[in-house]
């Protein structure tokens, strides 16, 4: 492969943001790619893949450098020099590069791959937390699936076309997909490309949803006509789900103490032609007083660690603090005990993270069903959705039914 230094540099400036300036990857990339329009489509993929390499095998790729944080721009290229030669490429005769050997790579990379927490490069905190809470099997299987590229998956959307008609007028666009066995809004992109250019897309035929995310709306049994709350519906990716699945019948309340987030699932909901939606903004807790006991059926889509979700977001592993952990385990029982009140009896209520740990998921159920708020509930099913064996992030959900 040949290297040309402006998307080199763009790569550092990018890694320069994340692993110093604090930024969030996505964010990172938005920024850059706005300030050079002028590349094209495949120049624009190789630096996003290349920065999103490089922030997934940071411990990594470091420890082989002999670099740490804070990072300098020398430390940048040589972490793009051991992404480039652990991928099999040459490195150019830049001055950037003097003295970095091959060899030595290899020989490193080689010494650090029977050391999991370098291999699957995890911060030391998190490595022992993943293991205590799965045991060493399976949190070394899931740390492996966590660390492999995801998939770009779309969901069709109901209220506008089929699975089968988006697909075809996908590949009329040049965009090749395939079903998912059981999962059936999903496709699969055969190979990633930017999806949002497509007409498809402007006619709000699909959303872009890992399949695995596409589970939980299902899960909650909404049908057309319910009363049905998203108590943390974000930018409305499961808002959106089950406004389909509801055909558009009944009020589907979509709740979250951002504002900017409703204001952006009003848009997704506008191109999705999704009409029974209603969103609402928690200023305090007389919102969720108001709808007490009013739900046929309630989402907590609960805040969460997102380690499910590291395969698409891997700088979070760098973010995350072993304290943060704490307090989002307080934050998920909070909103169980609070938003579980606006179910109506005989009604369910699904409680979902896109984690893979035990603490923020049946652990989070059991406690809740063992307080006073959850005295009136009961499981009905739960279900755990791992990277490993399925192949896409990793979801918890239970269902809860409260007694009439």
């Known amino acids: ?28 990339l938005e920024s850059l790619l706005k300030k050079n329009r002028r590349w094209g489509s495949r120049d624009r993929g190789f630096v996003a893949e290349t920065v999103y390499d490089i922030v997934r095998w940071k411990r990594l790729f470091s420890e082989i450098a002999g670099v740490a944080s804070p990072y300098e721009k020398a430390d940048g290229y040589r972490l793009f020099a051991v992404w480039a030669l652990l991928k099999g490429y040459a490195l150019p005769p830049w001055p950037e590069f003097k003295g970095i050997s091959a060899n030595e790579v290899q020989k490193r990379h080689a010494s650090l791959t029977g050391i999991r927490k370098f291999r699957e490069s995890i911060p030391d905190w998190l490595d022992l937390l993943g293991e ?3 045991g060493t099997d399976t949190w070394t299987r899931e740390l492996d699936a966590l660390n492999q590229q995801a998939d770009v998956v779309l969901r069709a959307n109901r209220l506008r076309t089929t699975p089968e008609a988006l697909q075809k007028e996908l590949a009329e666009e040049g ?11 999903a496709l699969r992109l055969r190979e990633r490309g930017n999806v949002f250019r497509t007409q498809a897309f402007r006619k709000g035929l699909f959303e872009v949803q890992d399949a695995a995310s596409q589970l939980v709306a299902p899960f909650l049994q909404a049908e057309p006509g319910m009363r049905v709350i998203d ?8 808002t959106l789900h089950l ?32 009409f029974n939606i209603e969103t609402r903004l928690i200023t305090s ?67 979902a993270t896109c984690s893979i740990l035990p603490d ?41 039914g409260r007694k009439d």
Request: charged share 25%.
């Open 1 to 28: 492969m040949r290297f040309h230094r402006n998307l080199v540099a763009g790569v550092i400036e990018a890694l320069d943001a994340i692993f110093n300036g604090g930024v969030y990857a996505d964010k990172a």
């Open 243 to 274: 406004a389909a699945l509801m055909e558009n019948k009944g009020q589907l309340l979509a709740l979250d103490i951002y504002d900017g987030k409703l204001k952006e699932l009003k848009k997704r909901a506008k191109r999705a032609g999704a």
């Open 285 to 351: 807790s007389k919102v969720i007083k108001r709808l007490s006991n009013t739900a046929d059926r309630v989402l907590i889509d609960a805040p969460c660690t997102g380690l499910g979700v590291l395969r698409r977001n891997p700088d979070a592993k760098w973010k995350l603090q072993p304290e943060f952990v704490q307090e989002v385990c307080q934050t998920q029982q909070d909103l169980l005990l609070q938003y579980s009140s606006m179910l109506k009896r005989g009604g369910q209520m699904v409680y």
């Open 360 to 400: 923020e998921n049946e652990h989070q159920v059991t406690t809740f069903l063992k307080s006073t708020a959850g005295v009136d509930f009961q499981l009905l099913e739960e279900r755990h959705v791992f990277p490993s064996r399925e192949g896409f992030d990793g979801f918890y959900m239970a269902r809860l």
């Open 132 to 134: 205590k809470s799965l």
């Open 175 to 185: 965009i090749e997909t395939d079903q998912i066995p059981g999962y059936p809004d």
């Open 231 to 238: 108590a943390c519906a974000g930018a409305g990716g499961k």
